[in-house]
Nanobody, 123 residues
């Protein structure tokens, strides 16, 4: 059973940076594409960034690509989301997810999910 555990969230002032981590266990990390999604209160889950397992291809939400970055360290079985110049609208619960596919932006293409880590950006 693959499990994902996110960390690194918290309360931060607008303009600051945060780096989220997601540790994956129970599977061979190099065989999974990894993605980050977020969900603000009362809103649908939103795609943020993903990185494919086969070629490291990255896909991202166009509105976030200039401020957010994804990376993975297979040796540490960890995927990261670096978030810069945070805005209040970035507030939400951030989830990482693993997919046996090549990496995609739709939640239904992911097979495993973490519980999420809360990010609150104050103005």
């Amino acid at each position: 059973q693959v499990t994902l555990v996110e960390s690194g969230g918290g309360l931060v002032e607008a303009g600051r940076s945060l780096t989220l981590s997601c540790v994956i266990s129970g599977g061979t990390l190099s065989r999974y594409s990894l993605g980050w999604f977020r969900q603000a209160p009362g809103k649908e889950r939103e795609f943020v960034y993903a990185i494919g397992w086969r070629d490291g291809r990255k896909i991202y939400a166009e509105s976030l690509k200039d401020r957010f970055r994804i990376s993975r360290d297979d040796a540490k079985t960890t995927v990261y989301l670096q978030m810069n110049s945070l805005k209040p609208e970035d507030t939400g619960v951030y989830h990482c997810a693993a997919s046996l596919g090549l990496g995609a932006s739709r939640p239904d293409e992911y097979d495993y999910w973490g519980q999420g880590t809360q990010v609150i950006v104050s103005s």
